[in-house]
């Protein structure tokens, strides 16, 4: 329980800052002291946690579109990422494979071995199987 315990805001912006509030713009390098913990339309530094990017700002528009951009990076990345991990995991075990083996009637299912082709073929994908099918 937490009752009676308030922790200041600047506390807790200071624990997302590593422990120290004073940083460097990620836009323009300027010293920083960041004083707030999201974006709301305001001109003064914060933090911003994008996906997976992490942030200090002064609070310049430019330097913000700059993480934004980068933020866009690295979500294509990402998803560049996991489109190339999709082609190669098994429909059955879920095992990322250096090479799979496809279902040779609908195309559409892709297995790490024989084993998992079978099993899955044994337990399901015998009723779902239609021939020209692609994934």
């Known amino acids: 329980s937490m009752d009676g315990i308030l922790v200041l805001y600047t ?3 200071k624990i997302l800052c590593g422990g120290d509030l004073t940083q460097k713009c990620f836009g323009c390098s300027q010293d920083i002291i960041v004083l707030y913990a999201s974006y709301n339309d305001c001109k003064v530094p914060f933090f ?6 992490k942030a200090y700002l002064c609070g310049d528009e430019d330097c913000f579109t700059k993480v934004i951009i980068r933020n866009a990076h690295v979500l294509g990345a990402c998803g560049k990422i996991v489109a190339a991990a999709d082609e190669n995991t098994c429909d059955y075990c879920f095992l990322v494979c250096v090479k799979v083996h496809r ?10 071995g024989v084993k998992c082709r079978d ?8 009723l779902l199987c239609k021939e020209g099918q692609e994934r």
């Open 11 to 13: 506390d807790l912006v």
């Open 48 to 53: 911003y946690q994008g996906f997976n990017t």
């Open 103 to 112: 279902c040779t009637k609908c195309l559409s299912k892709y297995y790490c």
């Open 119 to 126: 099993d899955d073929w044994l337990e399901v994908h015998k």
